[in-house]
């Protein structure tokens, strides 16, 4: 299976509200085929074994619960960003609010309601009405938090507060039509009634996946919810201020000298794993993947994927000199890199001009600590350093993409990354 196959069909796993399985699919024999009108849709239906979870429960109180972030983060028609009342206090608050694309620093703390318990995927999250809140910097309207603090952020004057704010937690509102009810008859010959119980996991032929929530005698009752469907968080925020980001995002011999933040792009092959690498690392308050150095405009994945238009795959990040430096990130990549620096228009199994590596410096000093670094490797190096050219924008799934798959990005997590969700 190509990589391009393998992306474009995760792009459609997540269009599904995929979930994160931990366990086995009965196949061959153990396949069957449902019939079910579920939101006026038809599925044939695949069984799968219970499975634990943590969080918000469905159903009885026997039914597994989720252990991480559903895919449906990248769903924005399922997000609402936020709900309830909220108040806004602050003693000499600013009558202006925060703009997309600023850099702001927030003091927040987002409480999880009732028995959702979350896998904490980014910072602010704490446990507890006494728990103090957490500071954040973030590139406003980018992505690496929840949809509904950005808005509530940009709705929040600078220097005010907003309190209990009810946001949802990235799932969505429990929808009625995706529940369902058959009868144990319709299973046929095809699998034994007696497997039918309470949290075990159906997968439809759609990719979705369905929890049995009821049996009774005669029928079963399945709901293709997100298993968090309804979840949400408390917020409570303080928008401390907000900074104009770098101005210049190409080449120029003094670019963004008088600014505070810095941008950096590189090319590290599939941009997935990259990007969350970086939106780890202390410092860096944002980052974007897209397509650079090629000669197309505004190319599509499936251009670039076809090497025609010259693009490699690479990221942006906008980064804090004070607490993370150039030469960090670039060691970063680098090292993230390993044998493959040596290897040209590759990277693991990923071959194409599409996955060379590069590094793409911004002005005159980071040319000479680009230069400085990748020179140390020696002259068997592959890793291209020219200049930074025009950037564009990769299509919205591929942004923050592992995040949205459900694997962390707080800061300083060390938890091994998985390329592929």
């Given at each position: ?40 849709e038809k599925f044939g239906i695949g069984f799968r074994s219970p499975r634990s979870r943590a969080g918000r429960s469905r159903g009885s109180s026997s039914s597994p619960v989720v252990l991480s ?319 930074a050219t025009v950037m564009y924008n990769a299509e919205e799934y591929h942004q923050q993409y592992l995040l949205k798959g459900g694997q962390s990005a707080r800061k300083g997590d060390q938890t ?6």
């Amino acid at each position: 299976m190509t990589t391009l196959t393998k992306k474009l069909g995760m792009q459609k796993a997540i269009a599904g509200c995929l979930l994160l399985m931990t366990s086995c699919c009965f196949r061959s024999a153990d396949a069957f085929a449902l019939k079910a009108s579920v939101a006026n849709e038809k599925f044939g239906i695949g069984f799968r074994s219970p499975r634990s979870r943590a969080g918000r429960s469905r159903g009885s109180s026997s039914s597994p619960v989720v252990l991480s972030v559903s895919s449906s983060l990248s769903q924005p028609e399922q997000i609402d960003g936020s709900t309830g009342a909220s108040s806004a206090s602050s003693s000499s608050p600013s009558s202006q609010c925060p703009t997309r694309g600023s850099i702001v620093t927030v003091d927040c703390r987002l409480r999880p309601v009732g028995d959702f318990v979350p896998e904490p995927l980014f910072d602010g999250i704490v446990f507890g009405d006494e728990s103090n809140p957490q500071r954040i910097s973030f590139v406003l309207g980018q992505g690496n938090y929840l949809p509904g603090l950005h808005d509530l952020v940009a709705s929040t004057p600078i220097g005010a507060k907003a309190t209990d704010v009810c946001l949802d937690a990235g799932w969505g509102q429990w929808n009625p039509q995706l529940q369902a009810t058959m009868s144990l008859e319709s299973l046929g010959n095809s699998i034994e009634a007696s497997r039918i119980k309470v949290g075990v996991e159906l997968m439809m032929s759609s990719g979705v996946s369905a929890i049995v929530t009821k049996v009774t005698d005669s029928d079963f009752t399945i709901d293709a919810n997100p298993p968090l469907a309804g979840a949400s968080y408390m917020a409570d925020i303080e928008v401390i201020r907000a900074e104009d980001g770098p101005a210049d995002l190409v080449y120029k011999p003094t670019a963004n000298a008088d600014s505070k933040y810095q941008v950096a792009t590189v090319a590290g092959g599939c941009f997935w794993g990259v990007e969350l690498e970086f939106m780890r690392e202390p410092g860096v308050v944002g980052t974007k993947v897209g397509y650079t150095q090629g000669h197309a405009v505004e190319p599509t994945y499936q251009e670039v994927c076809t090497g025609a238009t010259g693009h490699s795959e690479a990221m942006m990040i906008t980064f804090d000199p004070a607490i993370v430096s150039y030469d960090r990130l670039l060691h970063i990549m680098l090292d993230r890199l390993g044998e493959d620096k040596y290897l040209l228009n590759q990277v693991k199994q990923d071959k194409g001009t599409q996955y060379r590596h590069g590094v793409y410096y911004h002005n005159d000093e980071q040319r000479s600590i680009a230069e400085r670094i990748v020179g140390s490797y020696g002259d068997d190096c592959k890793t291209e350093v020219l200049p930074a050219t025009v950037m564009y924008n990769a299509e919205e799934y591929h942004q923050q993409y592992l995040l949205k798959g459900g694997q962390s990005a707080r800061k300083g997590d060390q938890t091994p990354i998985r390329c592929y969700g």
